[in-house]
């Protein structure tokens, strides 16, 4: 069976249960909540050994074919260029559907953690190599010191033979570890989609954030059926665009329901390997920096949702120099995410508030009933640009191979 069908059977079981569910009990309500931790947990357990073991190979590999500054060039143009289309798609969508205002009701304060770019600046290089593989949130690190000993060995290769033989076998073997994780995971969507309807469920309760969630939705069926098609068709030539959307289905749907990018990521590494038959070296090497850096879904929930604020306390509007400001701050603060694998588009949204001020310091609490949801647009929009983008970086550096759909995992 399928990949993606495994995890619609598991989401839609999940869903049917919580017609019934008891949400007013809160030791249900507290049951389903740890179990939801445990399975995105369980998510991300396998990762970290892949990502160190294989990206210590593949920038070895792009060393020695002198690849690994247009790997990492090409990468970065990408990300750039797919977060802040995606921007303008959010703003352009938000000022054409105007939706209704949310009412401002009272609402306690709510503790929400800082981006704390200093904070991520330590955990990049902490005192000892070896705490990277202690943080299972941030795996920026992680990947730095894999780039670090794949540059190590390709400094002298005979020393390093034993050291590479070592780690393409270790690499193959957590590999096949996080496969068995992947496919489990389809049980656990039951318990965490379950608890994703239940606030689903209380968010519809209000009646207020209708317009908004049909908003969001049509965001990220317009990216997946329109804008990165035609992506994919201009920059790769006669490639069926969908046959990339079809593989990507299973890892949209692990990230919608569970808004968690770390969890994605395995999911994202075997459909682009054995589904689209992109190789090591670049999936290995564009994937995790995708998942960091291209969070172009974050950028778009923040520029909807806080245009919506403006909307809902004022009804003076937005200046146009306002509008360039929130989409350059919005931009900006994505690529300071990295250790906010869920719940990053909510912290940056109230990070934007403070940043605007004006009296809207607090402004992103009339969406906190909705901030679960915000969560999962922006997981799956970024989920999405992580594979599309990575196809089109295989394909112009020739490092994909043609697979047909009955082959797709």
Same mark, same amino acid.
């Given at each position: ?165 070592? @780690?393409?076998? %270790?690499?193959? +073997?957590?590999?096949? !570890?996080?496969?068995?994780? /992947?496919?489990? =995971? #389809? *049980?656990? &969507? ?21 317009? @908004?969630?049909? %908003?969001?939705? +049509?965001?990220?069926? !317009?990216?997946?059926?329109? /804008?990165?098609? =035609? #992506? *994919?068709? &201009? ?175």
């Amino acid at each position: 069976m399928k990949i993606w069908i495994k995890y619609l059977t598991g989401i839609l079981i999940g869903m049917a249960f919580a017609l019934i569910a008891p949400d007013k009990n809160a030791a249900f309500t507290g049951i389903t909540e740890f179990l939801t931790r445990f399975f995105v947990q369980a998510g991300r357990y396998a990762l970290y050994p892949v990502l160190f073991f294989s990206i210590t190979l593949s920038v070895y590999e792009h060393r020695e074919n002198r690849t690994l500054f247009r790997i990492g060039w090409h990468t970065a143009l990408v990300i750039v260029a797919s977060t802040v289309g995606i921007a303008l798609l959010g703003l352009v969508s938000v000022l054409i559907a105007n939706p209704a205002r949310i009412p401002i009701f009272v609402e306690g304060s709510s503790d929400i953690e800082k981006i704390g770019i200093g904070a991520s600046l330590l955990q990049l290089l902490p005192s000892s190599a070896f705490e990277v593989f202690a943080n299972g949130l941030f795996i920026l690190p992680l990947c730095a010191f894999g780039a670090f000993a794949g540059a190590g060995c390709a400094v002298d290769k005979n020393d390093a033979k034993a050291t590479l033989t070592l @780690f393409d076998s %270790l690499a193959r +073997v957590s590999y096949s !570890i996080m496969t068995f994780f /992947v496919d489990s =995971v #389809a *049980i656990g &969507l039951i318990a965490v989609s379950l608890n994703w309807a239940l606030q689903f469920r209380g968010m519809l309760a209000s009646k207020v954030f209708l317009d @908004f969630i049909v %908003l969001l939705a +049509v965001d990220l069926l !317009i990216l997946a059926v329109v /804008v990165w098609p =035609v #992506a *994919i068709r &201009l920059t790769c030539g006669k490639v069926n665009p969908f046959r990339v959307l079809y593989a990507s289905l299973a890892s949209i749907l692990a990230a919608f329901i569970s808004g968690d990018t770390v969890m994605t990521l395995p999911v994202l590494f075997r459909h682009a390997n054995e589904s689209l038959g992109i190789r090591r070296r670049v999936s290995t090497i564009t994937l995790p920096l995708f998942s960091v850096f291209a969070r172009g879904g974050t950028v778009l929930v923040t520029v909807t949702s806080f245009l919506l604020i403006l909307k809902s306390y004022s009804s003076l509007g937005v200046s146009f120099t306002d509008t360039l400001w929130l989409v350059g701050v919005a931009i900006a603060l994505s690529f300071a995410l990295g250790r906010f694998p869920s719940g990053g588009a909510f912290v940056a949204l109230a990070t934007v508030c403070a940043l605007y001020g004006r009296g809207f310091e607090s402004g992103y609490l009339i969406l906190k009933p909705a901030a679960f949801f915000l969560g999962s647009i922006a997981a799956a929009i970024d989920a999405l640009t992580a594979i599309m983008g990575t196809y089109i970086l295989a394909q112009r550096q020739d490092q994909a191979t043609h697979r047909e759909l009955r082959f797709f995992i």
